[in-house]
């Protein structure tokens, strides 16, 4: 019996030995990318490639199982995995199994100002996707916030090109690591969502160059990112999601990258400019699956049967369709096919931590009168805490990025999981905004529906708020069409549901008043100098409500900054002081390069929280800004340094803004713009030394006329800033 057995082993090992010798090139992973890819290529039909490049059902492509190479499976998205869809329908498919941990929304991540911060995010987040078995990633969002009406702001990563690109590439690489892609999303200028299928910006080259395309080629550049998707909006005439100039000038010739192109689902229109203008894999096409009778709907996409056809017919070669399913097979490589890559894990206590360690660092104190915040209880034994988004769950609704969680805690929850005993905490709700709470069948399970009348609502509120010691109101925008959500764009900068009156109301009748908001977006304030405290509370996922107490009760002291600017009214931002957004089939963007901060400080209109704005329980002291030479040529670097100090009573971490200004330039530039950051942590009493490195990137402009970066010799201020506003000290310097 042992002899049998040994013999049936030798017998196998020999068979293995056998398929190793015989293993095809594109299967052995110690052959180059390129080698492996031309082998796999080599061996498909041109039937099985025109399959790889289109959609099999809502998520998911297929592979080519007759050679093992697998489907790729996409997955929403930027904070968390989306639950299962039904094959063809964008309803959750009911699966009990598929409740992630909701990562805080982007705006708050990019609100840490922490590059660590991103890439602990990343290595959660893939880890989630990986064990999810998706290996593409659909996010992150990096548009640029150009208004504060875009519905999508709270996907992104704010208003600054520099920030956004420094941000998402450690999200990148933490992602990458579990051997999922990250999708970076969405390429490029999609900055509205009226009329997002239908609109064509008209930018200028500067504009598009020095705002809306840095944080895309650091994706790609430094961050490696495998995948793109395009973008639903026009360009030049011309879709997104098969433009010559963005997909195969830009990205393909200029920045060299080597990954796949996702079309946004729906975002393709045409065959063969999906063909020739660099897209790679078709999603989301609409078709009814009956016009044309054919058995499966997605043979109806424009990379399916349409184009198989331009082929037999020999009206189109097939250069376009190897390159794509080149593309393709690498993402497989890198990903499926990467036979090292981790198992992942999902819905983890882990990943709860991490998320909450993320959401703690990006709430940003606006305001804080009087040291008001924190909570103090010798001062504030009872609490009243009002408002909808108090008890409202945030993480079911907003389109794409609309989730099913295992958990989240509501700040109300948050409130009094941390008051324990000690504190004595009552709710009112003050308001009735949004009492729904479903999403394609995912439902919150909160009754949120209330019949009491306003005045009703109002009375109440107005009595807890008076027999408590302190009040934090918590409102603010939520997920619902017309607020901070996939599809539509905010009608206005106020905050809905009457709670200005309220807010006004409220803070007269007990002047201990916290505002805590919850947005992706900036809101007008026009009581602002009625309340006293301010914080912003962005859309934190999972863990929100503790994340907001830990700030609340000063167990975390605030460290967040804005990244975007909240601007006084409304014709204060740039696109609207320009009447230029929305647009509906045409938008240009008048004010070319002066987004956020840069039209602000052009114009000297003063915001009401500037970009960068950030408030800590504690105090800093800046001093010794200096820089290690005066004059240097093109090819130097310049170290400016600053010694920061904890002047307070309480540890704490401070973001250390660098700007640059080019004093005398033959273009018009920014007054300044940001060129670096550093977030430090310092004990009370601990100084520490940041020093920053300036090289010639940083002191460039894009020349439309020569179509390159051209850093002009002449005259340069380093400006040091604990926000763009509060500004520390600078340093002259010129350059050769
Ligand atoms: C959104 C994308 C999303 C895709 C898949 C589109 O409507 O614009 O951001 O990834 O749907 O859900």
Redesign the pocket.
Known sequence: MIRKITLACLFLLAFNANAQQALPIYLDDTKPMEERVEDALSKMTTKEKIAMIHAQS??SSPGVPRLGIPENW?T???HGI?PEVLWDE?EQASWTNDSCIAFPALTALSATWNRDMALLYGKNLGEEARYRNKNVL??P?VNIYRSPLNG?NF?YMGEDPFLAGEMVVPYIKGVQSNGVAT?V??FAL?NQETN?HGVNVIVDDRALYEIYLPAFKAAVQEGGTWAI?G??NKYKGQQACHNSYLLQDILRDEWEFDGVVVA????VHDTKEAIYNGLDIE??TWTDGLTWGRSNAYDNYYMAAPYLELIESGEVGTKELDDKVRNILRLSFRTTMDRNRPFGSFGTDAHAKASRIIAEESIVLLKNKNSLLPLDIKKHKKIAVIGENAVKMMTVGG???SLKVRYEVSPLDGIKNRAGNDFEVVYARGYVGDASGDYNGVVSGQNLKDDRSEAELREEALRVAKEADIVVFVGGLNKSDFQDS??NDRKELELPYGQNELIRDLAKANSKFVYVNISGNAVAMPWEKEVPAIVQGWFLGTEAGNAIASVLFGDVNPSGKLTFTFPVQLKDNAAHALNAFPGDDEVTYKESIFVGYRWHEKQNIKPLFPFGHGLSYTTFKYSDIKADKATVSQDETLRVSVKVKNTGKRDGAEVVQLYISDTESSLPRPIKELKGFEKIYLKAGEEKTVTFSIAKEDLSYFDDKKHQWVAEPGSFKAIIGASSQDIKGDVRFTLK
Do not use: I, Q, T, V
């Open positions: 809502k998520f996409m929403d998205g930027p989306r964008w659909l996010g969002g999508r996907e999708c999303k969405h999609n997002r998707m973008a639903y946004d689902w729906g975002g999603f989301g389109g794409s990025s996939e599809g």
